[in-house]
Structure formats: structure tokens, C-alpha cells
């Protein structure tokens, strides 16, 4: 019986078109298993991408301290564009003025951040923050949770935040 399992292949091997045939197979099948291999990595470091951006974003917008904060608040516009980044920007002299006359400090730390949704150039994130905030009404501290959705767009590169809301 083993001799025969061995004839027969002999014969398929012998034929020439058989063997093209099955190099083609095996050519499309490995260069199919490579692309979508390729594909997943791409996606996979969007992902850890996006997620960094909104975790620093977070982070930025949930710490500030009134004794620096125009260095605290350009990072949180450097990580910021569209709508997002103009109202910040709009509301800065204000929110100095505020910061300062409250002595308020906010030192964020970003729990937990999950993509909700992305494609190539777009994206909305969860994030869970907690902060402590002192200021002249609560010189002790006090411990703020905060719910975030971000929506971030890939521009020039980098991801930056265009939108973020307050959610639950």
C-alpha cells in the first residue's frame, strides 16, 4: 500500500504543470498570509498609537497647576486641533485668571482608556481619569473622577485631540 502512495505522487511530480500549479498555490497562499499578517500589525500599532495620544491628552488636560500654568496649558494645545484647540485657546486668559485666583492644582492619572471606534485617519476613545485637586476651597484635596470621550484625527502624522466631552 506504501508503495503505492509513493507511486503516485512520483507521477504527480513528474508532470510539470502540476508542479507550476502547486508553486503558484503556494506562492499566493504565502504572499495572502503575509499581507494579512502585515495588516494586523498595521492596525494593531494604530491602535497602541491612538491610544497613547489620548492617554497624554488626558493626562494633560486633568493635570494643571496654577503656578505654571501657561506651560501646563500649551501642552495640553500641543496635543490638541480643530474645534478642540479654538476653545481651549479661546478661554486661556480666562482659565489663567481663574486658576491663579483659586490656587488650583490638578494632578491627573489616566485609569483605563479603550478605542471605541477608529479607521485610518479618525478615532474616538474612553478614557477614566481620577485627580486630586487642591485649590483655596479645598486646600486638603479632593479626589475628582472624570469620564472622557476623544476624538482624535490623524494629522501630519501625529494623533491629536478635536473634541472632548464629558460623559456618565
Avoid at 503516485?8 to 507550476?20: A, D, E, F, Q, S
Avoid at 505654571?68 to 480643530?82: C, F, I, M, P
Amino acid at each position: 500500500m506504501a508503495a503505492r502512495r509513493t507511486d503516485g505522487v512520483k507521477r504527480l511530480l513528474h508532470h510539470p504543470l502540476t508542479l507550476i500549479v502547486a508553486t503558484v498555490l503556494t506562492t499566493a497562499s504565502a504572499l495572502w498570509l503575509g499581507f494579512r499578517v502585515y495588516e494586523h500589525r498595521e492596525a494593531e500599532q494604530r491602535r497602541q498609537d491612538i491610544l497613547a495620544a489620548a492617554r497624554q491628552s488626558a493626562l494633560n488636560f486633568t493635570s494643571l497647576d496654577y503656578r505654571h500654568y501657561d506651560r501646563d496649558s500649551a501642552q495640553v494645545l500641543k496635543g490638541a486641533t480643530g474645534d478642540f484647540k479654538e476653545q481651549f485657546a479661546g478661554q486661556a486668559e480666562e482659565l489663567t485668571k481663574l486658576v491663579a485666583q483659586n490656587r488650583s492644582v490638578s494632578e491627573g492619572q489616566v485609569l483605563e482608556a479603550g478605542v471605541v471606534r477608529s479607521d485610518e485617519d479618525s478615532a474616538r476613545v474612553l478614557v477614566v481619569a481620577d485627580s486630586k485637586v487642591t485649590n483655596v476651597a479645598v486646600p486638603e484635596g479632593e479626589a475628582r473622577t472624570y469620564r472622557l470621550q476623544l476624538d482624535l484625527v490623524l494629522e501630519d502624522g501625529r494623533w491629536l485631540t478635536s473634541a472632548v466631552e464629558f460623559v456618565g
